[in-house]
């Protein structure tokens, strides 16, 4: 534990912007999982709609900093191709 008062204030802000980017993250996650319902459910104004919010949320990210910019290229590249019906094979770890 940091017995400096700037330090202890420097923590606590490092804690806030962690849970911050968690968020961002996480919405990013939802919306995915939102556009995959709305694919799944064949109503094309959903499917625009969700996949409009997605871009949006993933570029907000990268403007945040929660995200890199390479990673959000990749996420709206995926998002495309489950928009246009195209299955994504899974990347092995």
Known sequence: MANIASQKKRNARTERERLENLRFKSAVKTHFKRLEAAVGSGDAAAVESEHKALI??????????????????????????????????????
């Open 56 to 93: 949006s949320r993933v570029d907000k990210a990268v403007q945040k900093g929660a995200l890199h910019r390479n990673t959000a290229a990749r996420k709206k590249a995926r998002a495309a191709a489950i928009v246009r019906g195209v299955a994504q094979p899974q990347a092995q770890a």
